[in-house]
């Protein structure tokens, strides 16, 4: 892997972590314009996790990076395990799982970015 590809995988998981922390319109209008349900917001974090932890195997992500993400992964399942009420553009308004998630989503960019840092 080259220099120039490792900051991209990094920026496109720093972006799935910030689209977590948005707040409740700007997420319901970021997957109203992909044509998407809000679940989609969970998918893509999987899909930032899964790649994080291949980057630690190939040594291009630190361990402390990857569980800077860990705290994210255990709300969404924690959201998940409470079912399908949790994944509805008004729960992503009103439920306080969602504002929960926001904030331990922008804890999780900032430990990321500092233990990926270097």
């Known amino acids: ?23 409740a ?32 195997h190939e040594g291009l992500l630190s361990q402390e990076a990857y569980q800077a993400l860990l705290p994210v992964d255990a709300k969404l399942s924690h959201m998940t395990e409470h079912g399908a009420e949790l994944w509805t553009g008004e729960a992503v308004a009103t439920a306080p799982a969602w504002e929960e998630l926001r904030t331990i989503a922008r804890q999780a960019h900032l430990d990321f970015d500092w233990k990926s840092a270097g």
């Open 1 to 23: 892997m080259t220099g120039e590809q490792e900051p991209e995988f990094r920026r496109w998981i720093r972006n799935v972590l910030s689209q977590l922390s948005w707040d």
């Open 25 to 56: 319109d700007r997420q319901l209008e970021h997957v109203r314009s992909l044509k998407v349900d809000v679940d989609e917001l969970a998918l893509e974090f999987d899909d930032a996790l899964h790649l994080a932890q291949a980057k630690v």
